[in-house]
């Protein structure tokens, strides 16, 4: 793989990349912001959140192009109409406790989301978490259990499988999606042994790259686990998206990490990193 660039730097925490609009957009959990950057690295702020403290933000599309923002510890979806108002979407509360960690929509208009199942801010004993499915019309219910600590989700172009990394069981888990957008055939789609998932996406050849925080790189690999390239880097990688006009662009979420003591920290170590992919993006996000 060749060597990646740095597309932007100055991020406090960037997480849940998304291509979008011909841009690469991003959370900024530190900063509580959306941001959006293009190619050349020129940036905006698309919607500052008035979230009081940091806390996972996580975001997708609906297929008619309104935005699902998720709230992690109220346990609310909310979404971003066309005049740029928040409504609520999906009330989660009842389904789990405020650890809400991800979200993808397929291309059906559900969205799926993940809570890792205990507070990790406060040192609390690791639990598994949930999967949640929230229709497009906001019912939301629990359509799978016993993950451990969900983080990445992706779902092929066909909308028939749900792949979710399990950050504390170093896989890569496929379900099947039922018309009705219900999961079923649990099974592992990749052992990656010391390999500790974070953000995954799909790639044309059926194969998924995955973000490794720990061990400082980013990975692709195929259905069983074997490795197929992998992209080191200096500090942890928390995402990966493929974009681009083609969508053969891997951008790479990084940061230096010191554990959660470290989320306050003001050093602003974040980067957007870019590199040439051998397959381009598919299915969702």
Same mark, same amino acid.
């Given at each position: 793989?060749?060597?990646?660039?740095?597309?932007?730097?100055?991020?406090?925490?960037?997480? =849940?990349?998304?291509?979008?609009?011909?841009?690469?957009?991003?959370? !900024?959990?530190?900063?509580?912001?959306?941001?959006? &950057?293009?190619?050349?690295?020129?940036?905006?702020?698309?919607?500052?959140?008035?979230? $009081? /403290?940091?806390?996972?933000?996580?975001?997708?599309?609906? $297929?008619?192009?309104?935005?699902?923002?998720?709230?992690?510890?109220?346990?609310?979806?909310?979404?971003?109409?066309?005049?740029? =108002?928040?409504?609520?979407?999906?009330?989660?509360?009842?389904?789990?406790?405020?650890?809400?960690?991800?979200?993808?929509? !397929?291309?059906?208009?559900?969205?799926?989301?993940? /809570?890792?199942?205990? !507070?990790?801010?406060?040192g609390a004993e690791a639990a598994p978490g949930i999967l949640a499915l929230v229709t497009?019309?906001?019912?939301?219910?629990? &359509?799978?259990? *016993?993950?451990?600590? *969900?983080?990445?989700?992706?779902? %092929?172009?066909?909308? /028939? %499988?749900?792949?979710?990394?399990?950050?504390?069981?170093?896989?890569?888990?496929?379900?099947?999606?039922?018309? !009705?957008?219900?999961? /079923?055939?649990?099974?592992?789609?990749?052992?990656?042994?010391?390999?500790?998932?974070?953000?995954?996406?799909?790639?044309?050849?059926?194969?998924?790259?995955?973000?490794?925080?720990?061990?400082?790189?980013?990975?692709?690999?195929?259905?069983?686990?074997?490795?197929?390239?992998?992209?080191?880097?200096?500090?942890?990688?928390?995402?990966?998206?493929?974009?681009?006009?083609?969508?053969? %662009?891997?951008?790479?979420?990084?940061?230096?990490?010191?554990?959660?003591? *470290? %989320?306050?920290?003001?050093?602003?170590?974040?980067?957007?990193?870019?590199?040439?992919? $051998?397959?381009?993006?598919?299915?969702?996000?």
């Amino acid at each position: 793989m060749p060597e990646p660039q740095v597309l932007m730097t100055g991020i406090a925490f960037g997480e =849940s990349p998304r291509w979008h609009d011909d841009r690469l957009w991003f959370a !900024d959990w530190g900063a509580r912001e959306l941001i959006a &950057v293009d190619l050349e690295g020129k940036s905006d702020v698309m919607l500052q959140l008035g979230f $009081p /403290s940091f806390q996972a933000i996580c975001f997708d599309w609906l $297929p008619d192009g309104r935005q699902l923002i998720v709230s992690s510890r109220e346990g609310l979806v909310l979404r971003r109409e066309p005049d740029g =108002s928040l409504v609520t979407h999906a009330d989660l509360t009842r389904l789990s406790d405020p650890s809400w960690n991800e979200i993808v929509v !397929d291309g059906r208009g559900n969205a799926y989301l993940n /809570s890792i199942g205990f !507070d990790l801010g406060s040192g609390a004993e690791a639990a598994p978490g949930i999967l949640a499915l929230v229709t497009p019309d906001g019912s939301a219910r629990q &359509v799978a259990d *016993g993950i451990a600590f *969900g983080n990445g989700m992706a779902v %092929t172009p066909d909308n /028939s %499988t749900l792949i979710v990394a399990e950050s504390y069981a170093n896989r890569l888990t496929a379900f099947d999606i039922a018309a !009705d957008g219900s999961l /079923s055939n649990r099974r592992v789609w990749a052992d990656l042994g010391s390999g500790v998932p974070d953000g995954i996406c799909v790639d044309a050849e059926g194969a998924v790259w995955y973000a490794d925080v720990p061990n400082k790189h980013c990975v692709r690999v195929r259905e069983g686990g074997e490795m197929l390239q992998k992209v080191d880097l200096d500090r942890g990688c928390f995402a990966c998206m493929l974009g681009g006009p083609d969508r053969r %662009t891997l951008f790479l979420i990084a940061r230096e990490w010191r554990g959660m003591a *470290g %989320t306050a920290d003001e050093a602003r170590t974040g980067q957007v990193l870019t590199v040439d992919a $051998p397959a381009p993006g598919i299915g969702w996000p």
